[in-house]
């Protein structure tokens, strides 16, 4: 299995300084992106999930005219990778462009990932002109998540 870095802490890195597969994830998060259906919000946010045999699926956000149906794109991702047999999660990137600040995952989404992530599993957070990351965890994110175990 590969561990794409270390998550024993959370850091603000360049994106040229992480390491390929770290790339690739935050890529195809961008490439899912362009896909968001968002005409009332206009905010579009992509996600992109590195599942246990290695390969990646991306996601978008989803809106819907009534509102509460809408899908934020780690969910999509993360449907997407459950509904084809993929079930453990390895990595997660979240690609949203807010001027201040990184487009972190949502409560229901950091909850809703770690149903599927069976350790610490890293987290990158960049814009859709990928410069700085916050490279991140899911437990960061979300400690004490709920857990029937
Ligand atoms: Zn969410």
Redesign the pocket.
């Given at each position: 299995m590969n561990h794409e870095i270390n998550v024993q802490s959370e850091s603000v890195q360049d994106y040229s300084d992480l390491n390929e597969e770290a790339q690739e994830l935050i890529k195809a998060a961008i490439e899912a992106r362009e896909f968001a259906y968002v005409p009332y919000s206009n905010f579009k946010v992509g996600s992109a999930i590195r599942v246990a045999d290695g390969s990646i699926i991306g996601g978008c956000n989803i809106e819907n005219s009534a509102y509460s149906p809408t899908i934020?794109a780690?969910?999509t991702a993360a449907c997407k990778a459950i509904s084809t047999g993929n079930n453990e999660f390895k990595a997660v990137a979240v690609i949203g462009l807010q001027e201040k600040s990184f487009t972190t995952?949502?409560g229901?989404?950091r909850q809703f990932l770690s149903e599927f992530a069976k350790e610490d599993i890293p987290v990158y957070v960049t814009k859709p002109e990928p410069e700085r990351v916050l490279v991140t965890s899911l437990s960061r994110l979300l400690p004490h998540s709920f857990n029937l175990n």
């Open positions: 934020c780690e969910r995952p949502c229901v989404c």
